[in-house]
């Protein structure tokens, strides 16, 4: 069971937009700490989505955004694409375990 | 363009030593913060520990009492050991580059090796 919870699956058409919940705890994202997003595609190793709550890397389409309400973070997926199809996780730090921690991850599926 | 090359042995029996190797190439390991990450088969990312240019280390408190990560800076190679594997720690195992800061992200992941523990 992972410390910060995320929705198991989402699915959108093509063009649509759709949202990944990440929710944790006053040890982690309630106290302050951001939130980074990672993207899994099928057969493939994680890639930096967005840091630091809503930061976004060079070379990361400007559909994909974050956002962090202190409570819980989100990531947007605005003109949804066949290849944004595959996994979303979000990570934080917990003070108290003293360590990174990461959602269980959601599944996101283009219709 | 930075990128992290891993090896290692992939089918461990119980009670035996998982041993690890990722290779820095195209950049130096300087500045950043390396660690290792766990992904057990249909299931969520792991952090597994850090280690530092300098040499420091912070483990996952579950893990803690098995791993021993180490950095080569003489030729840019982290390792990572765990001891007395079972069979939960069956896993896509991956190393990655980080920053340095409490609340670290990390932006280059190696291609991971898949390691089973089996009798």
């Known amino acids: 069971q992972s410390v910060l919870t995320q929705p198991p699956s989402v699915s959108g058409a093509p063009g649509q937009k759709v949202t990944i919940s990440c929710t944790g705890t006053?040890?982690?994202?309630?106290?302050?700490?951001?939130v980074h997003w990672y993207q899994q595609l099928p057969g493939a190793a994680p890639r930096l989505l967005i840091s630091h709550n809503d930061n976004r890397p060079s070379g990361v389409p400007e559909r994909f955004s974050g956002s962090n309400s202190g409570t819980s973070a989100s990531l947007a997926i605005s003109g949804l694409q066949a290849e944004d199809e595959a996994e979303y996780f979000c990570q934080s730090f917990d003070t108290g375990l003293s360590a990174p921690i990461f959602g269980g991850g959601t599944q996101l599926t283009v219709l | 363009q930075v990128h992290l090359q891993q090896w290692g042995a992939g089918l461990l029996k119980p009670a035996e030593t998982l041993s690890l190797t990722c290779g820095v190439y195209?950049?130096?390991?300087?500045?950043?913060?390396w660690n290792w990450i766990r992904q057990p088969p249909g299931r969520g990312l792991e952090w597994i520990g850090t280690?530092?240019?300098?040499?420091?280390?912070t483990y996952s408190p579950s893990l803690k009492s098995r791993v021993t990560l180490s950095l080569d800076t003489s030729n840019d190679r982290l390792s990572l050991r765990l001891h007395s594997v079972t069979a939960a720690d069956t896993a896509l195992y991956y190393c990655a580059r980080g920053t340095v800061n409490l609340n670290f992200y990390m932006d280059v992941w190696g291609t991971g090796t898949t390691v089973k523990v089996s009798s």
């Open positions: 280690i530092s240019y300098s040499g420091s280390t």
């Open positions: 195209g950049g130096s390991p300087r500045f950043y913060s």
């Open positions: 006053i040890s982690n994202i309630e106290s302050g700490n951001d």
